[in-house]
T-cell receptor, first 117, second 115 residues
Framework: GAGVSQTPSNKVTEKGKYVELRCDPI?????LYWYRQSLGQGPEFLIYFQGTGAADDSGLPNDRFFAVRPEGSVSTLKIQRTERGDSAVYLC???????????????FGEGSRLTVL | AQTVTQSQPEMSVQEAETVTLSCTYDTSESDYYLFWYKQPPSRQMILVIRQEAYKQQNATENRFSVNFQKAAKSFSLKISDSQLGDAAMYFCAYRSDNAGNMLTFGGGTRLMVKP
């Protein structure tokens, strides 16, 4: 696609429910990132995929959070037993490569706003 | 671990005037990249400008320029001839030279532009 696409744009759920957030990166981008942005704060790193594998998942806050990227393109962030503190905007970004070269510019989607009641 | 600090929660500028947004960071690394991102109400983070730490020359992109002071670990953004469309949240971000493309963001500065 032309840009990074994230669905749903907004999600309201009840405490304890399971949610899935989807990210469709720019075609051909091998690296994919998930960030969480709480209200009034900067984005915080969650997980980074290089191809199908999670190269770094050190930012996932606990075992209720899990992400997959089975075919090296679309990624799904899964949150089990949601808590009110999970309410945030979840941003996805992709880059052509995961290398540290200057060409590894990140392109962000518009995020999914999750509200847990 | 690296940290990025933006000490100005909000800034205001008159249209056509110049404004400077501050950013400081803490790192023990010598090679890294610094970025300024703009986040409008659409929530999409848009890259404004980037600086490689090994370059002494300050980066410039049209009306946007940076003042990079490596020894002081300071990376400010100057916006010249401010336009109404510049109103947004601005985030300073750090990227290590050896940690993929993962970014560490500051807390952001809300820029308001008065007509």
């Amino acid at each position: 696609g032309a840009g990074v696409s994230q669905t749903p744009s907004n999600k309201v759920t009840e405490k304890g429910k399971y949610v899935e957030l989807r990210c469709d990166p720019i075609s051909g981008h091998t690296a994919l990132y998930w960030y969480r942005q709480s209200l009034g704060q900067g984005p915080e790193f969650l997980i980074y995929f290089q191809g199908t594998g999670a190269a770094d998942d050190s930012g996932l806050p606990n075992d209720r959070f899990f992400a997959v990227r089975p075919e090296g393109s679309v990624s799904t962030l899964k949150i089990q037993r949601t808590e009110r503190g999970d309410s945030a905007v979840y941003l996805c970004a992709s880059s052509l490569t995961g290398s540290t070269s200057n060409t590894g510019e990140l392109f962000f989607g518009e995020g999914s706003r999750l509200t847990v009641l | 671990a690296q940290t990025v600090t933006q000490s100005q929660p909000e800034m205001s500028v008159q249209e056509a005037e110049t404004v400077t947004l501050s950013c400081t960071y803490d790192t023990s690394e010598s090679d890294y990249y610094l970025f300024w991102y703009k986040q409008p109400p659409s929530r999409q983070m848009i890259l404004v400008i980037r600086q490689e730490a090994y370059k002494q020359q300050n980066a410039t992109e049209n009306r946007f320029s940076v003042n990079f002071q490596k020894a002081a670990k300071s990376f400010s953004l100057k916006i010249s001839d401010s336009q109404l469309g510049d109103a947004a949240m601005y985030f300073c971000a750090y990227r290590s030279d050896n940690a993929g493309n993962m970014l560490t963001f500051g807390g952001g500065t809300r820029l308001m532009v008065k007509p």
